[in-house]
């Protein structure tokens, strides 16, 4: 049994701060991205420094109390949050350091995208991340990160240097290339099962102004839009990238009114190289087909990172299905156009995002990223602000994904997963699973941190089955 003591002790020996049910800000520190998702921790360690990590890690394992990691609170699964357990939280540790002459930037483990970006923006340089500027850097880098420089730079973890974690029983390790290879290699893909990552050091590339944004048709031109995207892919340089969407125009500015909430298609596109080329690779785009909306134009690259953060808010509704896509047949094409038609809400979507070029030419052992041959990365996300459209995304999500699974790749991007059981969370690591499950063993035998796309130490696994 916890005590009463022993809480208060932990409370006053944390830098941060110790949120229980009954204070003020419970309701506000309990809340996660998506508002779908309603614990209630036995109390939330907003922590300001590896020390409270630690503490707090060593207090859920002595108190044998369920331990759920929040870095971003971006996970649509609310794995970041658990009931009647400890939440250590860690968006307090958001501090940035970035390196000039070694082009390197070290990231506090609970910074978001956009924290990153804006330090690294004033030297002229970027590290792979995401899409979306609040999604945190711990879900996002262990889960693999993949995003609009992926295929030319990689995954966030192709760039990923270093990490300082604490571990199960309360130490605090480096891991990278040099020391502990197996923490290093598993977190590379592995999500938050080995342990609470403090800091992150990433590998910075030149990327400061971008040629970016959104190209629009209507959806009745859907059919020749994705064939012609799916050749775009596979021949256009790898400095562009570009997500197929299905979408409804979002009824704001700057979008035109009379295309509001009208149906559409279209690539969202990224250019990463020489900025005076920049027309001339999209020429080719715009003379194919003379689009609804052509928003793509020069911009620096945080404005491209949080382009999406004002249209879906936090605490919206959201439900999400996915899978890795190797080929893009005319009978996927035929279904997509289907469900693309009936979206059921202004914000539901369809990407598909790709994820070929760099980041396919690394192996696929060499870290537990298994699907390195997948030329895109799908998802079909279910997202409103009424909780009362729950069912309707919920529906139109899994018919759509029920329809699509048989033209996949077999798995799913960890971090698209939601609560989809074991086999799910097997196929996205393939035959890197075992793998991991043995450096689970390692370092935490009695699975304390299992609030995550849980890979189950074998000890564990023999005692359920
Ligand atoms: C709007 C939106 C846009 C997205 N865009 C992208 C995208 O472009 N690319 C992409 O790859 N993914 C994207 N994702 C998915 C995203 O990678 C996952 O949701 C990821 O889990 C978010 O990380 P987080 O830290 O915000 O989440 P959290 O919910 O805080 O954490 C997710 C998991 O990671 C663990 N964790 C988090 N931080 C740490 C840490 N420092 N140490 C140990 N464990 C930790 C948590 O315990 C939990 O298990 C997006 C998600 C959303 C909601």
Known sequence: MMSQTSVQELNSGLMGTLIEPQDAGYDEARKVFNGMIDKHPR???????????????????????????RGGGHNVGGLSSCDDGLVIDLSRISYTRVDPVEKTVVAGGGCTLADVDHATHVFGMATPSGIYGGTGVGGLTLGGGFGHFTRKYGLAIDNLLSVDMVLANGSFVTANAEQNQDLFWAIRGGGGNFGIISAFTFRLHPIAMVYAGPILYD????????????????????????????????????????????????????????????????????????????????????????????????????????????????????????????????????????????????????????????????????????????????????????????????GAYVNFLGDEGENRVRAAYGKNYERLVRIKNKYDPENLFRMNQNIKPSLVTQETT
């Open 43 to 69: 109390m939330i360690a907003m922590c300001a420094d590896v020390a409270d990590v630690i503490r707090s890690v060593n207090f859920a394992r002595d108190n044998n109390l369920t331990l759920a990691v």
């Open 219 to 410: 959806i009745t031109e859907g059919e020749e839009i994705m064939k012609w995207y799916r050749r775009m892919v596979k021949d256009m340089p790898e400095e562009l990238s570009g997500f197929f969407a299905f979408l409804m125009v979002p009824p704001v500015d700057p979008f035109p009114e009379h295309l509001h909430l009208k149906k559409v298609c279209g690539v969202i596109w990224a250019y990463t190289g020489p900025m005076e080329k920049a027309e001339e690779i999209f020429n080719p785009i715009r003379k194919f087909k003379t689009p609804l909306i052509d928003f793509a134009g020069p911009m620096p690259q945080p404005v491209l990172q949080t382009m999406f953060d004002p249209l879906v808010r936090p605490g919206f509704q959201h439900y999400w299905r996915a899978d890795f896509i190797n080929e893009l047949s005319d009978e996927a094409i035929d279904l997509h156009l289907k469900f693309g038609n009936m979206i059921p809400t202004p914000l539901s979507t369809m990407h598909l995002y790709p994820v070929n070029g760099a980041a396919s030419r690394i192996s696929s052992s060499a870290t537990p990223w298994n699907f390195r041959d997948a030329t895109w990365n799908m998802i079909i996300a279910g997202i409103d602000p009424d909780a009362s459209n729950r069912e309707a995304l919920t529906q139109w999500t899994k018919q759509y994904w029920e329809a699509l699974h048989p033209y996949s790749s077999g």
